[in-house]
């Protein structure tokens, strides 16, 4: 039942380190977003795809890399991580033409030590 | 360009009285409004949102907005706050053109004493 599903939930890992977070949605929808929430709380767009065709690229550093193979997913892939990498990333997804209607993911906490 | 703010960072009341959170937006147009929840080490969950029509919406526990187009606000309500309903609380403005692009407050944090 659940409606966007992220994997894993919690990551720990070291810096230096390339991992990856999966998203999927079960919802229909045909654009899927990644949020970063940083330790302060405050949440920030990354990316948003739509139909598997990039359409937001924030600022963000390009060791970030999402890739969308059907428009049901969207993973993010993150090269050589960094301490300031810590926080807890959310998917979310929508309508291309409801995009203010977004559900969200859980969310995956990922640590670098 | 659309912004969020919630002024309150921190609002601590106690059980059984009534909340108010604050939310003020800037939005050239007709502004699409939502507030959600987020408990801790959750994910975000929708509260209510608004579009269009009655200014006064209606959400999951017990929570209400009001849109107030003169004000540029959209304040959250509750009549009488439960324990459970300590959390993180964001307003959120988005758009159907700028590809989506929603934009989140910075979040109120909602402590509930005994």
């Known amino acids: 039942d659940t409606a966007v599903s992220q994997t894993p939930k919690y990551l720990v890992t070291q810096m230096g380190n390339d991992k990856s977070i999966k998203c999927e949605q079960n919802l229909g929808h045909d654009t899927m977003y990644w949020y970063k929430q940083d330790s302060k709380k405050f949440l920030k767009i990354m990316f948003s795809y739509n139909n598997k065709e990039l359409i937001i690229n924030e600022t963000v550093p390009n060791r970030f890399s999402p890739k969308s193979p059907d428009k049901a997913h969207l993973n993010l892939h993150i090269n050589s991580l960094e301490l300031g990498d810590s926080a807890v990333y959310f998917c979310a997804s929508s309508l291309r033409d409801r995009s203010y209607e977004q559900y969200f993911g859980p969310g995956t906490r990922l640590t670098v030590t | 360009a659309q912004s969020v703010t919630q002024p309150d960072i921190h609002i601590t009341v106690s059980e059984g009285a009534s909340l108010e959170l604050r939310c003020n937006y800037s939005?050239?147009?007709?502004?699409?409004l939502f507030w959600y929840v987020q408990s801790p080490g959750q994910g975000l969950q929708l509260l209510l949102k608004y579009f269009s029509g009655d200014t006064l919406v209606q959400g999951i526990k017990g929570f209400e907005a009001e849109f107030k187009r003169s004000q540029s606000s959209f304040n959250l309500r509750k009549p009488s706050v439960h324990w459970s309903d300590a959390a993180e609380y964001f307003c959120?403005?988005?758009?159907?053109?700028?590809?989506?692009?929603?934009?989140f407050g910075d979040g109120t944090t909602l402590t509930v004493k005994p």
């Open positions: 959120a403005v988005g758009a159907n053109t700028n590809a989506g692009k929603s934009t």
């Open positions: 939005y050239g147009a007709t502004p699409y």
